[in-house]
């Protein structure tokens, strides 16, 4: 792996939210079928329960009693957007690698959410993860494993990994997906701003991100009247990045505010307010949206 200051992108360097693993179902409260997709525990009570609350009266009921699956919702971006769609009055499936991880993350969200493991690069384990659920009015994607970083110093399997991971793994999620996806649901795919702005040298990393704005807008045409998205971040101050050493970190931080017109890095939960509009509006599809604060404009 290159010692390049690491790509700004939310999704950049080496994701392990996807994988196998057992399901199990839970009683009493927080019930439901639980399997797992990477994640955190649920650190949205107190205050930010109630700014949850807050953005499901503004959201106007739209996902009330929607089925919203999300692949990597047991952490970072995909369990933020699982806490505000509930709010939302939706039901969440969480989809990832650990069982012990996803169980964390359903467990403050109770009765409405459900996880099952699946690895996004297994095909089989996406075919047994979507046999378990009867309908997807939603679906994001976060899930994925890869590395990024010069051409001239990564491995051939290195360098394929962010299409074999992030881009194969969306695009068979959706294809499984599609029989169950309601005629008035959508897809989020999850791209990064380096696909429009390559800020150092992973030319293959920047090239799969391109290639989902171009297969969001081919599956927008394909399976219409489903909407299909894609949610484009920069650098995200979240669990993606806390994951890496300090000095890292803080340097791709430094360069990002400076290179973006807000100069501040994104929350998680102002992605996750960008995917639940992309689910919530009905009149937008094969669009690409950027809450990168002005990233790729500069």
């Known amino acids: 792996m290159s010692t390049r200051p690491p790509v700004p992108d939310a999704e950049s360097g080496r994701h392990t939210d996807s994988g196998t ?3 199990r179902t839970k009683t009493g409260a927080g019930a439901g079928t639980e399997t797992g997709a990477g994640g955190g525990a649920g650190a949205g009570a107190g205050a930010g329960a109630r700014a949850d609350v807050a953005r499901s009266r503004a959201d106007g009921g739209r996902l009330g009693g929607r089925t919203i699956v999300l692949i990597g919702g ?3 971006i995909g369990l933020r957007v699982a806490h505000q769609a ?14 012990e991880r996803l169980a964390a993350a359903a467990e403050p969200l109770g009765n409405a959410a459900t996880w099952h493991t ?3 690069t297994d095909r089989p384990s996406l075919a047994s993860f979507f046999d378990r659920v009867e309908r997807v009015d939603h679906l994001l ?14 491995s051939d399997e290195d360098a394929e990994s962010p299409f074999v991971s992030k881009f ?9 997906a599609a029989p169950k996806l309601a005629a008035d649901g959508s897809v989020v795919l999850m791209s990064g701003a380096a696909g429009a702005r390559p800020p150092g040298p992973a030319p293959a990393y920047a090239a799969c991100n391109a290639a989902l704005e171009g297969l969001a807008r081919g599956l927008a045409v394909e399976l219409a009247p489903v909407r299909v998205n ?8 979240g669990n ?24 501040r890095l994104a929350t998680e939960d102002e992605i996750a307010d960008a995917v639940l509009f992309l689910f919530g509006n009905g009149y937008t599809t094969g669009s690409t949206l950027y809450p990168d604060g002005g990233y790729t404009l500069r």
């Open 21 to 23: 693993g057992g399901s």
């Open 86 to 99: 509930v709010a939302a009055g939706a039901r969440v499936v969480l989809g990832g690698r650990s069982p």
């Open 168 to 176: 194969w793994g969306q695009y068979h999620a959706v294809r499984l």
């Open 141 to 154: 994607t976060t899930a994925a494993t890869y590395q990024v970083g010069p051409m001239r110093e990564l």
């Open 230 to 237: 894609v949610v484009s971040p920069g650098t995200v101050d």
């Open 74 to 76: 047991g952490s970072g």
């Open 118 to 120: 699946v690895d996004v």
């Open 240 to 263: 993606l990045w806390q994951q890496r050493p300090a000095g890292t970190r803080e340097a791709a931080f430094a360069q990002y505010r400076r290179d973006t017109l807000l100069h």
